[in-house]
């Protein structure tokens, strides 16, 4: 499975855009990219997928350059609420299931 | 979205007790489950992978006698911590996919708290 490296941390202020870049060298023809956000002594929640070139949803969008190799998670105007660990998996199904977690990125909102 | 609920949502067990984890899919069928740890300030750490009627696949230094993993049907899974000590002590999450998925997307339960005294 591909190995995922984010930033440890980032800080920013409410109102801002957030970037998040996760680095995926190895990944493969098949994997998609997936985002998710977790919130203390909670599940994970998903955020974002995508395997190429921009997604966007309600609440965040991905970019995906045309190698693949990295991906940015972009969050509009953060609020207090979106401080959380932001998790970047690779992989897919049919034998590859993203299952491995980084270490994540550990968000916080400042007002 | 497909939820995935667990039960019990906090536990407290005392030393040398066993503890079991629920982990259902309520709206899908979930064809393969994964049980996730997690300690403070760390990432999740897969622990197993079970498939519905076969047994679970574990993951290097996880040991299956002390966590026993059972998924009986395509909407249940359930995590046996046998003989508990203070260090099993930690947040238990599971994940499932649904059948007919492509992507591989995770649906997770809302994490089990198990403090072992």
């Known amino acids: 499975l591909a190995k995922t490296t984010q930033p440890i941390s980032m800080d920013s202020y409410e109102g801002q855009e957030v970037n998040i870049t996760c680095s995926h060298n190895n990944i493969a023809t098949n994997d998609y990219i997936t985002w998710y956000q977790q919130f203390p002594s909670q599940g994970p929640r998903f955020i974002i997928q995508?395997?190429?070139t921009k997604v966007t949803n309600e609440v965040a969008s991905l970019f995906i350059p045309a190698d693949r190799k990295s991906s940015t998670l972009s969050l509009p105007r953060v609020s207090l609420s979106d401080t959380a660990v932001y998790y970047c998996?690779?992989?897919?199904?049919?034998?590859?299931?993203?299952?491995?977690f980084g270490k994540g990125t550990r968000l916080s909102v400042i007002a | 979205g497909a939820v995935v609920s667990q039960h019990p949502s906090w536990v407290i067990c005392k030393s040398g007790t066993s503890v079991k984890i629920e982990c259902r899919s309520l709206?899908?069928?979930?064809?393969?489950m994964f049980w996730y740890r997690q300690f403070p300030k760390q990432s999740l750490m897969l622990m197993a992978t079970?498939?519905?009627?076969?047994?679970?696949?574990?993951e290097q230094g996880v040991e299956k006698d002390k966590f026993l993993i059972n998924h009986a049907s395509l909407t249940l899974s359930t995590l046996t911590v046998t003989s508990a000590h203070p260090e099993d002590s930690s947040f238990y999450i599971c994940s499932a996919t649904g059948q007919g998925s492509d992507t591989g997307e995770l649906f997770f339960g809302e994490g089990s708290r198990l403090t072992v005294l």
């Open positions: 998996l690779v992989g897919g199904f049919s034998g590859n299931t993203p299952l491995v």
């Open positions: 709206d899908f069928q979930a064809t393969t």
């Open positions: 995508g395997y190429k």
């Open positions: 079970s498939n519905e009627g076969s047994k679970a696949t574990y």
